[in-house]
């Protein structure tokens, strides 16, 4: 069971790796097409772009770490922002910029977490 698991995983980083790639190329001729490159497109090439990171990270590691889709989940709430922005009511957008404010804090915890910093590490004992 577990290695029909492990192998389904495989399969389906294939297919977002391969999804990715296309999404990546209609992109790129879009931007080619309009002859433009908003600030909206530049942060969906940066939300691809991490999530081909987040599949070589699950392909070399076998799983995945939070920080990767945190980091997507900021990338693509900045992106609705910056995209719904004119056409909403400006009191709407404090959902938003508080749901990157948590998460961005989340990453800052996670980070810090595994840093010396704030002295969590455990001492290695004799």
């Known amino acids: 069971m577990q290695n029909i698991t492990k192998n389904l995983q495989l399969i389906l980083m294939c297919i977002i790796l391969v999804s990715t ?4 190329g209609i992109e790129i001729k879009k931007m080619f097409v309009n002859q433009s490159v908003t600030l909206a497109d530049l942060l969906l090439m940066f ?3 991490e999530v081909l990171a987040m599949v070589r990270v699950f392909w070399d590691q076998q799983s995945i770490s939070i920080t990767l ?3 997507i989940a900021i990338t693509a709430l900045a992106r609705f922002i910056i995209l719904q922005g004119k056409e909403m009511d400006p009191a709407a ?3 938003e910029a508080v749901a990157i404010v948590l998460i ?3 990453i800052v915890i996670l980070r810090l977490r595994h840093s010396d910093k704030l002295g969590l590490k455990k001492k290695k004992s004799k």
């Open 93 to 95: 957008l404090v959902y």
């Open 21 to 24: 790639v296309i999404a990546v």
């Open 47 to 49: 939300l691809y772009l």
């Open 69 to 71: 889709p945190l980091l």
């Open 104 to 106: 961005a804090g989340a």
